[in-house]
């Protein structure tokens, strides 16, 4: 287990956060992660970590592994954002991540809630989610309610979208 990981797990455990930790090998996508995931328990998240056109905002965007995300509808959610994908040096000043590792644990870092949270609305229903501990190498189950804990303690807040809505948005 990595330094990032074991001080991560530290933190939760301080604030009352319960999670069952799973080590694995380094999974940076999705597709990797998939023959795990099938065996744990809780919705397993895709975690993006965006930025707007000036680059003064910062976004993590949280929905199911297997939604459909475009960041061309986004852009018509949110604000009329101009959104991208933001840089690994950018992921690792605003959330102390590397690239394959982000998720909301990371927050933990920001502590100066430069990141804004967007999560799909339908993680809401979760009893777990599955995320990893700030390095790839490793994934926890924590409960929705859990998560929330967590967000209190970050002094982050969510907002809420509708990824399946976004569909309605094609042209």
Same mark, same amino acid.
């Given at each position: 287990?990595?330094?990032?990981?074991?001080?991560?797990?530290?933190?939760?455990?301080?604030?009352?956060?319960?999670?069952?930790?799973?080590?694995?090998?380094?999974?940076?996508?999705?597709?990797?992660?998939?023959?795990?995931?099938?065996?744990?328990?809780?919705?397993?998240?895709?975690?993006?970590?965006?930025?707007?056109?000036?680059?003064?905002?910062?976004?993590?965007?949280?929905?199911?592994?297997?939604?459909?995300?475009?960041? %061309? #509808? @986004?852009?018509?959610?949110? !604000? *009329?954002?101009?959104?991208?994908?933001? $840089?690994?040096?950018? +992921?690792? =000043?605003? /959330?102390?991540?590397?690239?394959?590792?982000?998720?909301?644990?990371?927050?933990?870092?920001?502590?100066?809630?430069?990141?804004?949270?967007?999560?799909?609305?339908?993680?809401?229903?979760?009893? %777990? #989610? @599955?995320?990893?501990?700030? !390095? *790839?190498?490793?994934?926890?189950?924590? $409960?929705?309610?859990? +998560?929330? =804990?967590? /967000?209190?303690?970050?002094?982050?807040?969510?907002?809420?979208?509708?990824?399946?809505?976004?569909?309605?948005?094609?042209?």
């Amino acid at each position: 287990m990595g330094t990032k990981t074991t001080k991560a797990l530290n933190l939760l455990s301080s604030i009352g956060i319960k999670y069952r930790l799973h080590e694995h090998e380094a999974l940076a996508t999705v597709e990797t992660a998939l023959k795990y995931w099938i065996n744990w328990d809780g919705i397993a998240c895709k975690n993006l970590f965006l930025r707007n056109k000036k680059g003064n905002r910062h976004f993590l965007v949280v929905l199911e592994h297997d939604t459909d995300f475009s960041l %061309k #509808l @986004l852009k018509k959610r949110i !604000e *009329n954002q101009h959104f991208s994908f933001a $840089s690994e040096q950018r +992921l690792e =000043k605003h /959330l102390g991540l590397s690239p394959g590792s982000v998720s909301p644990i990371g927050l933990l870092n920001d502590k100066e809630n430069n990141v804004e949270l967007i999560m799909d609305i339908n993680l809401e229903k979760a009893k %777990k #989610l @599955l995320f990893h501990p700030n !390095e *790839n190498t490793a994934t926890i189950e924590i $409960s929705f309610e859990d +998560l929330i =804990k967590l /967000l209190a303690y970050t002094n982050h807040t969510i907002r809420w979208v509708n990824f399946a809505e976004l569909e309605d948005f094609k042209d």
